[in-house]
């Protein structure tokens, strides 16, 4: 599964998990005060986050904002994503660009089309992505 992965920077890891980390509170801030299109637009910029943590730390760093993307270069370093999380990152990549532009919607802006309990699922398939981005950091720190 790991192939012959090393760990190339682990600093560059640990701030784009920082990161992802921060964003995802201010997702479940957003959440709380009812910015709901914010909320899951964080959640999915938390997801992208951890993914190119992951990416930063094999020395792969992508550019882009695709999850399922970011998700298939991970695969192509040998990098098994459970169907799971696979899920998560097809869910998310959806709350990328409607979240934000009113040309997304035929009419009504963003803001008007979010509920709350899409962003607390999206905050919940966030969080299944960054434990899982640790689990696998975590698996290859221990195999070193």
């Known amino acids: 599964m790991w192939g012959a ?3 190339v920077d682990e600093n560059e890891f640990n701030r784009w998990m920082r990161s ?5 509170e201010s997702a479940k801030r ?3 005060n009812g910015d709901y299109n914010w909320s899951c637009f964080k959640a999915h910029q938390a997801a992208e986050k951890a993914l190119k943590a992951l990416l930063w730390g094999l020395g792969n ?3 882009g904002h695709s999850l399922i993307e970011l998700g298939n270069a991970l695969k192509n370093m040998d990098i098994e ?5 696979y899920e998560a990152l097809a869910r998310l990549s959806k709350f990328y660009i409607p979240t934000r532009y ?6 009504g802006v963003p803001e008007e089309y979010y509920t709350d309990n899409e962003a607390e699922e999206a905050i919940r398939l966030a969080e ?6 640790r689990d696998v950091w975590r698996r290859l720190l221990r195999r070193e």
């Open 30 to 32: 957003d959440k709380a």
């Open 61 to 63: 760093p992508k550019t």
């Open 81 to 85: 994503i459970p169907l799971n999380v």
């Open 102 to 107: 009113p040309d997304a919607w035929s009419e």
């Open 128 to 133: 299944s992505v960054i434990e899982w981005v």
């Open 20 to 24: 992802a980390v921060l964003t995802l």
């Open 5 to 7: 992965l090393n760990i």
